[in-house]
């Protein structure tokens, strides 16, 4: 099992252009968490998505984020415009139906923005 | 407010020595504590789940405790690879409210 992949793993773009994250669970789980973490905050919840519908986006900061789940293998999320205070690593987790339990953690994205 | 608060922010300790973690919580309608064990550069990786106060759960040099304010991590003799930052979280309503983590150091 390649567990879950994020894409890319480093992003560095200026202020103002549009960022998209990309996400792809793993096979067979059908709920999908996009956080974000900082030193300052630690580890957030943005949005999370049970079978591909979004349940709670309390999280997202403003509308310059939005997140999408088209389909069961795949999620984005996209910060426009991108400002310096987005920089921070960007996680997507899935997680089976039949459990509370693990969370199944990606590699992150580390995104900077000048 | 539902808070998860972490102590101490960090923790070194020589190779042995064991120590304790503390994670305090207020969380609404908490539906189990969770720990995670984060490396520099990855993802969290779950440790353990515990749904109720007396609970315990092991694994390897970790145990986890619950009460009904509070949870524990217990490192015993503890090696340099369990250096790293452990993270627990409240979970309420399908998501997760995480502390700000520990950031353990096991020196030789």
């Known amino acids: 099992d390649a567990g879950v992949i994020q894409s890319p793993r480093h992003e560095v773009t200026e202020m103002g252009q549009e960022v998209t994250l990309r996400c792809k669970p793993i096979s067979g789980h059908n709920s999908l968490f996009w956080y974000r973490q900082t030193m300052m905050r630690g580890l957030e919840l943005l949005i999370y998505f049970n079978n591909n519908v979004p349940i709670d986006d309390s999280g997202m900061p403003e509308d310059r984020f939005s997140a999408k789940m088209p389909n069961a293998s795949f999620s984005t999320l996209k910060i426009q415009p991108s400002e310096p205070r987005d920089s921070a690593v960007y996680f997507c987790?899935?997680?089976?139906?039949?459990?509370?339990?693990?969370?199944?953690f990606g590699p992150g994205t580390r995104l900077t923005v000048l | 407010e539902d808070q998860v608060t972490q102590s101490p922010e960090a923790l070194r300790l020589q190779e042995g020595e064991s120590s304790s973690l503390n994670c305090s919580y207020t969380?609404?309608?908490?539906?189990?504590l969770f720990w995670y064990r984060q490396d520099p550069g990855k993802g969290p990786e779950f440790l353990f789940t515990l749904y109720s106060a007396g609970e315990e759960k092991e694994k390897e040099r970790l145990k986890a405790t619950l009460t009904k304010k509070e949870s524990f991590l217990h490192i015993t003799a503890p090696k340099p690879e369990d250096s790293a930052t452990y993270l627990c979280a409240g979970h309420q309503g399908g998501k997760l409210i995480f502390g700000q983590g520990t950031e353990l150091s096991v020196k030789p």
């Open positions: 987790a899935s997680l089976s139906g039949g459990s509370y339990n693990e969370q199944f």
């Open positions: 969380v609404s309608g908490l539906r189990g």
